[in-house]
Nanobody
Framework: QVPLVESGGGLVQAGGSLRLSCAGS????????VGWFRQAPGKQRELVAR???????QYTDSVKGRFTISRDNAKNTVHLQMNSLKPEDTAVYYC?????????????WGQGTQVTVSP
C-alpha cells in the first residue's frame, strides 16, 4: 500500500494555527479510519487524533479543544486543524490508515510534515 502524503507543516509562534492535510488514494482510503500521529525528538510516536469512515472523532487529552480532525472523502483527504499551538506540539506529524477497531497504523509511514512552535 502506498503511504499517505502529509503536508501543511511549518514554523508558527505559540498561540498560532496550522492546517495539516493528508492525501490518499480513493476506494481503499475512504472506507478506513485515519489517524494523525506525531513524534517529537527523543519521544515515541503517539496518536493525537483519529476519524472513522463515518466521521466519528477521538483526540488525545493534550489536544482536546485545540485540534480538529476532519475528512473529505470526495477529495480523499483528511485534515488536522491545529489552533492555540504550544511549543510542546512541536513534532513531525504523520497520518496513516488504522486497522479496524484499533488505533494501530496499517501502512508504511510517509515522510511526515514538520511542525515547529516557537515560544
Amino acid at each position: 500500500q502506498v503511504p499517505l502524503v502529509e503536508s501543511g507543516g511549518g514554523l508558527v509562534q505559540a498561540g498560532g494555527s496550522l492546517r495539516l492535510s493528508c492525501a490518499g488514494s480513493g476506494s481503499i482510503y475512504s472506507t478506513n479510519a485515519v489517524g494523525w500521529f506525531r513524534q517529537a525528538p527523543g519521544k515515541q510516536r503517539e496518536l493525537v487524533a483519529r476519524i472513522t469512515s463515518d466521521g466519528t472523532t477521538q483526540y488525545t487529552d493534550s489536544v482536546k479543544g485545540r485540534f480538529t480532525i476532519s475528512r473529505d472523502n470526495a477529495k480523499n483527504t483528511v485534515h488536522l486543524q491545529m489552533n492555540s499551538l504550544k511549543p510542546e506540539d512541536t513534532a513531525v506529524y504523520y497520518c496513516n490508515r488504522l486497522w479496524p477497531g484499533t488505533t494501530s497504523p496499517r501502512d508504511p509511514w510517509g515522510q511526515g510534515t514538520q511542525v515547529t512552535v516557537s515560544p
